[in-house]
């Protein structure tokens, strides 16, 4: 395509294309608005650079409604495509170079779209002729003006951040990612096994001695939150998961269906547990199925869909009674040892407050966080398994999953709490 000169000012040209998008709308009659801001911007390459600009003031708007970078990017591989991602990690690079300093999660998030869409991934500057290449920039524009407020989890970029220097990644959480990783690559079960289960140990002692800490030195901590996506297909049995991981780990989950996460609110320690288990036993859930599923199939069976349905149900339901136990277990046993370290502390210096204390104060303040900031969400009831064999081997796959302090279990579920007719587990939702 050649390229036309220049038709007047970029900034009004950028004003009538951004003008021309936000009219687009399904079944709007007329000529598609995209279509119109695109033929627009073709004609004025000198109107790119403003073009830019205003992608970053719309990229500025959806992090000041709640949007992380994570959140906007798993919206657009699922609404648009790789080179709209491209741009997108193009504009929030350039925005983020404004803020001297960023929350961990927000670098973490920027570095992963970086790679993700980077060179490395086969991806770069997208190119393609100027009108292709604004459709692409207007829809993704689109996108991003047109996100509702959220519930924020995290200062924006900009604000004021009261964190501790950055030292790095904790010595205690780069051992547990280091055993977790080990423990899904090793093609030995017996092996595999006991890394999880030393990584589960480290998890849960950190987690006790950080509000043990708080509590003695009155660190003022308080309960955070993240996001964590849960992607399409059978989302609804990961978000099960999800839930159970985080109530095992003393946390709230919030399932947004609509836009394909859930948001945790827990304390530090705890999310960081959280993101960390839910990944792994979603891996060892996943390749449990695809096994699974591929002796079903070579004996002819042919309903994958509701096969693997019923399998993520069935393991997200027997995990989280095993998760359950596994956790009253371990903060039985720390309570005593912390009963007997107490008596020797108090006979001392007077002590703390002891370890019961201390985590029924912590689960309260997660409550409280939980409803101020979803005052509105509802439990649900999610049914409709329907796959008597995918049942049976999701609940064998989560009892030979590798469990915080928990082995591998053998029990199978409570009579009438789920089953292969109808799981009857309840989840908060947030509604859409």
Same mark, same amino acid.
């Given at each position: 395509?050649?390229?036309?000169?220049?038709?007047?000012?970029?900034?009004?040209?950028?004003? /009538?294309?951004?003008?021309?998008?936000?009219? @687009?709308?399904?079944?709007?009659?007329?000529?598609?608005? *995209?279509?119109?801001?695109?033929?627009?911007?073709?004609?004025?390459?000198?109107?790119?650079?403003?073009? /830019?600009?205003?992608?970053?003031?719309?990229?500025?708007?959806?992090?000041?409604?709640?949007?992380?970078?994570? $959140?906007?990017?798993?919206? &657009?591989?699922?609404?648009?495509?790789?080179? %709209?991602?491209?741009?997108?990690?193009?504009? !929030?690079?350039?925005?983020?170079?404004?803020?001297? #300093?960023? !929350?961990?999660?927000?670098?973490?998030?920027?570095?992963?779209?970086?790679?993700?869409?980077?060179?490395?991934?086969?991806?770069?500057?997208?190119?393609?002729?100027?009108?292709?290449?604004?459709?692409?920039?207007?829809?993704?524009?689109?996108?991003?003006?047109?996100?509702?407020? *959220?519930?924020?989890?995290?200062?924006?970029?900009?604000?004021?951040?009261?964190?501790?220097?950055?030292?790095? =990644?904790?010595?205690?959480?780069?051992?547990? /990612?280091?055993?977790?990783?080990?423990?899904?690559?090793?093609?030995?079960?017996?092996?595999?096994?006991?890394?999880?289960?030393?990584?589960?140990?480290?998890?849960?002692? %950190?987690?006790? $001695?950080?509000?043990?800490?708080?509590? #003695?030195? %009155?660190?003022?901590?308080?309960?955070? +939150?993240?996001?964590?996506?849960?992607?399409?297909?059978?989302?609804?049995?990961?978000?099960?998961?999800?839930?159970?991981?985080?109530?095992?780990?003393?946390?709230?989950?919030?399932?947004?269906?609509?836009?394909?996460?859930?948001?945790?609110?827990?304390?530090?320690?705890?999310?960081?547990? &959280?993101?960390?288990?839910?990944?792994?036993?979603?891996?060892?859930?996943?390749?449990?199925?695809?096994?699974?599923?591929?002796?079903?199939?070579?004996?002819?069976?042919?309903? @994958?869909?509701?096969?693997?349905?019923?399998?993520?149900?069935?393991?997200?339901?027997?995990?989280?009674?095993?998760?359950?136990?596994?956790?009253?277990?371990?903060?039985?046993?720390?309570?005593?040892?912390? !009963?007997?370290?107490?008596?020797? =502390?108090?006979?001392?210096?007077?002590?703390?407050?002891?370890?019961?204390?201390?985590?029924?104060?912590?689960?309260?303040?997660?409550?409280?966080?939980? $409803?101020?900031?979803?005052?509105? @969400? &509802?439990?649900?009831?999610? #049914?409709?398994?329907?796959?008597?064999?995918?049942?049976?081997?999701?609940?064998? +796959?989560?009892?030979?999953?590798?469990?915080?302090?928990?082995?591998?279990?053998?029990?199978?579920?409570?009579?009438?709490?789920?089953?292969?007719?109808?799981? $009857?587990?309840?989840? #908060? *939702?947030?509604?859409?």
């Amino acid at each position: 395509m050649s390229e036309k000169r220049a038709t007047g000012d970029p900034v009004r040209t950028v004003e /009538r294309a951004v003008a021309a998008m936000l009219s @687009t709308g399904v079944g709007a009659p007329g000529p598609d608005g *995209i279509d119109t801001g695109a033929s627009l911007l073709a004609a004025d390459p000198a109107a790119d650079p403003e073009l /830019r600009r205003c992608g970053e003031r719309f990229l500025r708007l959806a992090w000041e409604r709640g949007w992380q970078p994570a $959140d906007a990017a798993r919206l &657009v591989r699922r609404d648009l495509g790789a080179p %709209h991602l491209r741009i997108l990690a193009e504009l !929030a690079a350039g925005e983020a170079r404004r803020y001297e #300093r960023l !929350a961990p999660r927000w670098t973490a998030q920027l570095a992963e779209l970086d790679q993700e869409s980077g060179p490395e991934a086969g991806g770069g500057p997208y190119r393609a002729d100027r009108f292709s290449y604004a459709t692409t920039v207007l829809e993704l524009y689109l996108l991003l003006a047109r996100l509702p407020a *959220i519930e924020p989890v995290g200062p924006v970029p900009g604000a004021p951040l009261h964190l501790p220097p950055a030292d790095g =990644e904790p010595r205690m959480l780069t051992r547990i /990612r280091a055993l977790l990783a080990k423990a899904e690559a090793t093609g030995y079960p017996q092996e595999a096994e006991a890394l999880t289960a030393k990584a589960q140990e480290l998890m849960a002692r %950190h987690s006790i $001695d950080e509000a043990l800490l708080a509590d #003695r030195t %009155h660190r003022g901590d308080v309960p955070g +939150a993240c996001r964590i996506g849960v992607d399409a297909p059978y989302e609804t049995a990961k978000a099960i998961l999800l839930d159970a991981v985080a109530a095992a780990n003393r946390c709230r989950a919030v399932w947004n269906s609509a836009y394909g996460f859930s948001t945790v609110v827990g304390f530090e320690p705890d999310l960081e547990a &959280v993101e960390l288990l839910h990944t792994s036993l979603l891996v060892q859930g996943t390749s449990a199925m695809t096994r699974a599923e591929a002796a079903q199939r070579a004996g002819g069976r042919k309903r @994958t869909k509701t096969f693997r349905q019923s399998f993520l149900m069935a393991y997200a339901h027997r995990l989280g009674e095993r998760l359950a136990a596994a956790t009253e277990q371990a903060t039985e046993q720390a309570a005593d040892e912390a !009963a007997e370290r107490r008596a020797e =502390e108090t006979a001392a210096s007077g002590g703390g407050s002891g370890l019961l204390p201390v985590l029924a104060a912590r689960e309260a303040a997660v409550a409280d966080r939980t $409803d101020r900031m979803f005052p509105e @969400t &509802v439990a649900t009831r999610v #049914r409709g398994v329907t796959d008597a064999e995918g049942w049976t081997h999701g609940i064998s +796959a989560a009892d030979a999953a590798h469990v915080p302090g928990g082995g591998t279990g053998s029990a199978r579920g409570r009579g009438g709490e789920g089953g292969a007719d109808g799981t $009857d587990r309840r989840g #908060r *939702i947030r509604p859409a």
